[in-house]
Structures are given as structure tokens and as C-alpha cells.
């Protein structure tokens, strides 16, 4: 399950540093306050929880650049509309 996960992850960073032109370094910052991060989790080199990714995967569906396509083979996240959000 940490394979797939990681993949989502890589896939997800791979993505949104060539459609934003952002560092993958500063999206770790962003994303988890870690700029290694993601060479980390690509190195093998850290794990991470469930919770964790689930906060990745997050920020990037709410962050996503509305003209990017989302990669096919990542679930991408239900975000919530605030209560008394128009649409």
C-alpha cells in the first residue's frame, strides 16, 4: 500500500512542479513545512502516515492549477465546500 501511495505522491509533485514551474523543494515546504520531503519519500529514505499523505493529497487538489489536467491514475479528493459557500 506505501508503494502505491508513494507513487500517488511522486506523480503528484512530478505534475504540479512542471504545470506551476515551482521548486519540488518549495512545494514540500508548502505542502508538509519539509523542503526534502518528496526527495526523501522518492529516495526511500522517510515514510509517512496515511494521514500524512491524505494532507498532500489535499493540498494539491486545493491548490491545483485550474488548468492542469489531475493525473489519471491518482484518486483525486472531495473537497468540501464551506457551509454557506456559493458554488
Sequence with gaps: METLLRSHMLALVGR???ETG??????????VGDGRFFRRVRDGHTSFTV?????????????W???????????RPVLLQPEGAVQ
Design 22 to 31: 515551482r521548486a519540488e523543494s518549495t512545494t514540500g515546504r508548502l505542502t
Design 16 to 18: 504540479y512542479t512542471a
Design 65 to 75: 492549477p485550474e488548468d492542469a489536467p489531475w493525473p489519471d491514475d491518482v484518486p
Design 51 to 63: 494521514a500524512t499523505y491524505d494532507r498532500v493529497v489535499t493540498w494539491f487538489s486545493e491548490n
